[in-house]
C-alpha cells in the first residue's frame, strides 16, 4: 500500500473521532498512519478502548472530557451507532465551544436520521455539517478491529445537504481521500434507498437465513457440511447486531420496499422451481450471473459513481519483425450485434456459434436481458436466446446502459421507437458525444417520439406507445447502420418501409432478416419491407470479423518476410472494401475454402509480403471500406507514391475523429500525411518512432501497433482500454504471429 501525502487541507487539523468502534478505529488509525493531518484525538465512553487505541498508536491522545475534546478539534468525525446519533448531537450543542471553525460530518449507513437529529439539535441544518458514509467494514467489531487500509480503493459517499459550505465539504473530501477512498456525492434519499437494497438488504437476509437454519432440528449437520458459497453468503451474519438492530431501525421504510421487492422476486423463483419452469429459473439465473459482472463495469460510467481512479492500458510497440502463421480473429462484431438482436425477438430458441465476446456485443446482450430475454452464454462464443416475439420486451429497470456501442445504440433506437415502453439509451462518454441524429431524424419522420442532447447527441429518451408508419427514406449518405435501424422499425410499422443509398453498404441486417423468415426486398441499393410479420428462430454461425482480419492483411503485406492464413473470415461483398483496396495497391491476397455459411459467404484469407503502391481509393469503394481505413492509412503510409482518400467525410464522426488522429500520428512518425475535410492524402515513406495518442479509439491503436512492424524505433501508443470493444485478445494474437507488444497498465488518479 502506498502512502499518500498529505491534503493542504488537513495538515494543520485535528480530527476528533467520536466513537471507537471498528470504523472509528479504522479511520483514526488511517489518519495517524498517513500522517494526513496534525493530530488525530478520539473520544468513547468506554475509557478502556480509548487507552488500548493510544497503546497501539492508533490515536494521539484522548482529552479528559467530550467538551476538551470537542474544543480542541477542528473536524469532527461522529463514529457512534446510527440510533445514538441524535442523543450525541444534542449533547454537543450543550458544550461551551465556538462551532464557527469546525466541521461535522459521521459514517452511518442511513442520512435522513442524520439530518432528521441535526434539525432537532441545532434548530436547522448547519452549513458546518457534511454527512458520510464509507462503504467499507467487517463482521468484527471494536477498536481491535481497526485497519488503518480498510477504505483504501472504497468509496465514501458523501450526502451534502443545500446549506453545506464549499469549504466544509472540501475537508470532509479531503480527509477521506487522504485515506485512499474513492470520494463520491449523491443526494439523501437516494443514498438510503439504494443502501437499502446493495448493504442492509443482504445483511437482513444473512441474519434471517442463519437463525432458520439453526432453529432446524439437524442444525449441526447443516453447518457442519455447509459449503464455500454458504460460508460466504453467511459470513456477514457475524456482524454487529446492535448496529445492525439500529440500522434497520434508521432505515425502516426503504429496507422494507426492498423486502418487498425481493418477497416478489423470491416468490417468483418459488412458483418457478415448484412448476418446473426451467425457462423462468434459467432467465433468472442467467440475468443475475450477467448483472453481476456487467454492472460494475456501468456503474464506473455513471456520472455520480465513476470513481476517482481507472486504468490506462499503454502498447509499447518494438520496432521491425514478421508476421507468421495461422489464426483465427474473433467474430464479426456487426453480425453478433444483429444475431442478439433478432433472436431475442424471434419466436423459439435461437442458437448462436462465433459470437464476439467484446465489451459493444455483450453490451447488447446485456441489454436485451434487461428487457427480459433470457440468454445463456456466451461459453466459448456459443449463445442460446429464448425468443420473446416481436412484442414480448418488457420495460427495463433502468436506462440502457450500451457502452461505447454506436452499432447498438443505432440499431435498437429503431426497435425500441416501436415498444409499448419508454426507454433510455445511455453510453460511455466516447459514445455520448457521437451524433445520432442520422438515426432519430427519419425515426422522427415515422411518428417515434424521441428526444435528444444538444446536437443530436445521447443519451436518447424515446417515448413508447407511438403507431410508426413505414416510409421511403433516400439516405444522404451511405450508412448501414443508418439503413439498419430504419428496415428494424419497419418491422413494427404500418405499410412499407424502404430506404435507397446512395452507395453500396453492408446488407449483414437483410441477410440476418431472411434467415429469421422476415420476407425483406432488396434490389440494387433499394433494401424495403412491411411491417406486421414474425421472426421464426435459426441457427447462426459468426464468421470471423473482416475489420479484425484487416490489421493482420495490412501487417501480412508491410512487414518483410510475411505469410500469414486468416481463418474462416466473413467475405461478404458489402464488408471487402479493405481485400479490393489492397489488392489494388498491390497486395499478395487469395481466398481460399470459399463457402457460404448462415447466409454469410466466408473464406480463408492468405496474405504474403508485398510492395505496397499508393493509390487514388475508388469512391465506390469508401463505404465497404470504413471502418478499415485506421489500418489501410498505415499501408499508405507504407506504399510507394501518394495514396488518396476521398469522400470518407464518416470517419470524422467515429468513436474519434478518425482522420485528424491517423494524420496527427502519422506525422509523428515522420509521415507525409494531410487531413482534408472529407479524407487524407498520404505520401509513403519512411517511419521512425513517437508517442500516439489513440483518443480511446480501439482503432486507432491497433493501426499504430502494425505500424511499428515498419518503424525504425518504438512505438507509444496511449489509451488503449478500447480495444477490448471489438478485439478482445489482440495482443495475444498479434504476439503469436510475430508482433512484439507490451502492454503497460497504469493507475489513473483524475
Known amino acids: 500500500m502506498a502512502d499518500k501525502p498529505s491534503l493542504p487541507l488537513l495538515s494543520d487539523s485535528t480530527v476528533l473521532v467520536i466513537g471507537l468502534g471498528m470504523i472509528g478505529g479504522s479511520l483514526a488509525a488511517a489518519l495517524k498512519q498517513r500522517h494526513a493531518c496534525h493530530r488525530v484525538l478520539a473520544w ?41 446519533i441524535g442523543s450525541l448531537l444534542k449533547e454537543l450543542v450543550g458544550l461551551e465551544v465556538d462551532w464557527s471553525r469546525k466541521v461535522i460530518t459521521d459514517v452511518g449507513s442511513c442520512k435522513q436520521i442524520v439530518l432528521e437529529s441535526a434539525r432537532n439539535a441545532f434548530g436547522r441544518l448547519p452549513e458546518n455539517l457534511v454527512p458520510g458514509h464509507p462503504i467499507a467494514g467487517s463482521e468484527r467489531s471494536g477498536v481491535l478491529a481497526a485497519n488503518p487500509d480498510l477504505f483504501e480503493a472504497h468509496k465514501v459517499i458523501l450526502t451534502p445537504t443545500e446549506q453545506s459550505a464549499e469549504k466544509a465539504i472540501n475537508r470532509v473530501t479531503g480527509l477521506w481521500a487522504a485515506c485512499g477512498a474513492d470520494v463520491l456525492h449523491m443526494d439523501v434519499a437516494h443514498h438510503d434507498e439504494v443502501l437499502a437494497k446493495t448493504s442492509h438488504l443482504p445483511h437482513l437476509l444473512a441474519f434471517s437465513l442463519v437463525d432458520t437454519l439453526a432453529g432446524e432440528k439437524d442444525n449441526q449437520d447443516i453447518f457442519r457440511y455447509a459449503a464455500g458459497g454458504f460460508r460466504d453468503f453467511t459470513r456477514i451474519a457475524a456482524s454487529d447486531p446492535t448496529m445492525w438492530h439500529d440500522v434497520f431501525q434508521a432505515n425502516r421504510q426503504a429496507v422494507l420496499e426492498a423486502l418487498d421487492a425481493f418477497r416478489e422476486g423470491l416468490d417468483t423463483l418459488y412458483q418457478a422451481v415448484s412448476s418446473g419452469d426451467s425457462q423462468t429459473m434459467r432467465g433468472i439465473f442467467t440475468r443475475a450471473r450477467a448483472a453481476r459482472e456487467h454492472f460494475t463495469s456501468m456503474l464506473e460510467n455513471q456520472a455520480y459513481l465513476k470513481p476517482m481512479t481507472n486504468s490506462q492500458l499503454t502498447y509499447v510497440a518494438q520496432p521491425g519483425g514478421s508476421v507468421r502463421g495461422d489464426i483465427r480473429v474473433p467474430g464479426d462484431k456487426s453480425i453478433s450485434h444483429r ?40 461459453h466459448n462464443g456459443r449463445v442460446i436466446i429464448y425468443g420473446v416475439g416481436l412484442y414480448g420486451l418488457k420495460q427495463p429497470a433502468g436506462p440502457l446502459y450500451l457502452g461505447n456501442a454506436g452499432t447498438a445504440m443505432r440499431l435498437m433506437a429503431g426497435l425500441m421507437a416501436a415498444q409499448r415502453f419508454d426507454v433510455e439509451l445511455t453510453g460511455d462518454e466516447s459514445l455520448s458525444k457521437r451524433p445520432m441524429g442520422r438515426v432519430v431524424d427519419p425515426l422522427r419522420d415515422m411518428g417515434a417520439e424521441i428526444e435528444t442532447m444538444p446536437e443530436g447527441r445521447p443519451p436518447l429518451k424515446i417515448h413508447g406507445g407511438r403507431s410508426l408508419k413505414g416510409v421511403s427514406y433516400p439516405m444522404p449518405m451511405a450508412s448501414a447502420q443508418v439503413k439498419s435501424c430504419l428496415l428494424l422499425a419497419g418491422l413494427y410499422a404500418e405499410g412499407e418501409t424502404s430506404v435507397t443509398e446512395p452507395g453500396v453498404t453492408r446488407d449483414h441486417t437483410e441477410r440476418m ?75 499478395d491476397i487469395t481466398l481460399d475454402n470459399e463457402q457460404t455459411v448462415g447466409g454469410e459467404p466466408v473464406a480463408d484469407i492468405r496474405v504474403r509480403s508485398a510492395q505496397l503502391k499508393g493509390i487514388e481509393i475508388p469512391q465506390e469503394l469508401v463505404p465497404l471500406a470504413i471502418d478499415e481505413f485506421p489500418v489501410l492509412f498505415v ?17 470524422r464522426v467515429k468513436e474519434s475523429d478518425r482522420i485528424q488522429s491517423m494524420a496527427d500520428g502519422l506525422q509523428a512518425l515522420g509521415v507525409d500525411a494531410r487531413p482534408l475535410p472529407d479524407g487524407i492524402e498520404i505520401l509513403g515513406g519512411d517511419m521512425g518512432g513517437a508517442t500516439i495518442d489513440s483518443h480511446g479509439d480501439h482503432r486507432i491503436a491497433m493501426a499504430f501497433a502494425v505500424a511499428a512492424l515498419r518503424a525504425s524505433d518504438e512505438i507509444i501508443i496511449k489509451d488503449c482500454s478500447n480495444v477490448a470493444t471489438s478485439f478482445p485478445n489482440f495482443v495475444e494474437l498479434a504476439d503469436s504471429v510475430g508482433f512484439r507488444l507490451k502492454v503497460i497498465e497504469k493507475i489513473r488518479r483524475d
Not at 459493444?360 to 428487457?371: P, S
Not at 434467415?515 to 412491411?530: D, R
Not at 512487414?559 to 466473413?570: I, N, Q, Y
Open 339 to 378: 444475431s442478439i438482436m433478432l433472436g431475442a425477438l424471434a419466436q423459439g430458441v435461437t442458437e448462436v456459434d462465433g459470437f464476439l465476446e467484446g465489451e459493444d456485443a455483450l453490451a447488447t446482450l446485456q441489454a436485451f436481458r434487461d428487457m427480459g430475454v433470457v440468454i445463456e452464454g456466451p
Open 513 to 587: 432478416l431472411s434467415g429469421f423468415g422476415y420476407p425483406v426486398a432488396v434490389e440494387a441499393n433499394h433494401a424495403a419491407l412491411s411491417g406486421g410479420g414474425s421472426l421464426t428462430a435459426t441457427t447462426i454461425d459468426i464468421p470471423a470479423d473482416i475489420s479484425s482480419a484487416a490489421f493482420f492483411m495490412v501487417a501480412a503485406s508491410i512487414a518483410p518476410d510475411s505469410d500469414v492464413l486468416l481463418k474462416h473470415v466473413g467475405i461478404n461483398p458489402t464488408r471487402t472494401g479493405v481485400i479490393d483496396i489492397l489488392r489494388l495497391m498491390g497486395a
Open 635 to 651: 499501408a499508405a503510409a507504407c506504399a510507394e507514391g501518394k495514396t488518396l482518400l476521398r469522400g470518407a467525410e464518416e470517419l
Open 44 to 84: 468513547d465512553r468506554d475509557r478502556q478502548s480509548l487507552a488500548i487505541a493510544l497503546e497501539r498508536g492508533i490515536i494521539d491522545s484522548y482529552p479528559d472530557s467530550l467538551e476538551l475534546a470537542v474544543d480542541e478539534a477542528d473536524i469532527l468525525v461522529l463514529a457512534v451507532p446510527i440510533l445514538g
